[in-house]
């Protein structure tokens, strides 16, 4: 029996009963946002895997889903005006 595991990308420790990002992703993932805040233009397929991979904040922080609407709205207008 594990007190910590890896489950589909989270780390799940069941004796603090918490629920995090292992490092890996977490040093990606923050280094997409940096890239992406430093563009002053983004494609859509960029803007897609960034929403997708902040998708999973929306869990903890239900709050976040308002920041992710405005991302999809530029995804679309990206997806628009290419």
């Known amino acids: 029996m ?4 890896t489950i ?3 780390e799940i ?3 603090m ?3 995090s990002l292992p490092e890996s992703k977490h040093v990606a993932w923050t280094r997409d946002v940096c890239h992406v805040l430093q ?3 983004v494609q859509a397929k960029t803007l897609e895997v960034l929403i997708r991979c902040l998708n999973h904040i929306v869990f903890i ?3 976040m889903h308002h920041f992710l609407n405005h ?3 530029l995804q679309w207008k ?3 005006n290419n």
């Open 39 to 41: 563009q002053s233009s």
């Open 17 to 19: 009963l918490t629920l």
């Open 71 to 73: 991302l999809s709205h």
């Open 61 to 63: 922080i239900p709050m």
């Open 2 to 5: 594990e007190e910590i595991k």
């Open 13 to 15: 420790n069941s004796r």
């Open 78 to 80: 990206a997806e628009n």
């Open 8 to 10: 589909q990308g989270w």
